[in-house]
């Protein structure tokens, strides 16, 4: 779906009614804005916290199973004598 939208004076814009439609934007919704490079992102804040927690899974689990052979590594007492500190 494609539509042309004016700027305002005070730099607002109208999300059209079929869109808001379609992607579920309600009277009061948050979005967050995203410029990538000279284009401009629209997302609901909402949908864009999930998408982070599930982009983010994998790179915890990834962090914390790096960690744990680190730690777990009995010839390397590094860790051992940072966390005394």
């Known amino acids: 779906m494609m539509k042309t939208i004016r700027v305002s004076e005070k730099g607002q814009i109208a999300i059209p009614q079929p869109m808001r439609e379609t992607l ?4 009061g919704d948050e979005l967050v804005v995203i410029q ?3 284009k401009i992102l629209l997302e609901k804040a909402q949908k864009m916290e999930q998408k982070l ?3 983010f899974k ?3 689990k990834f962090s914390e199973r790096s960690l744990k052979e680190v730690w777990d590594n009995k010839s390397d007492d590094m860790w051992s004598q ?3 500190r």
Not at 24 to 27: R, T
Request: aromatic share 6%.
């Open 53 to 55: 927690k599930d982009e």
């Open 24 to 27: 579920g934007i309600e009277k």
């Open 36 to 38: 990538i490079e000279n």
């Open 82 to 84: 940072y966390l005394k």
């Open 58 to 60: 994998d790179i915890i």
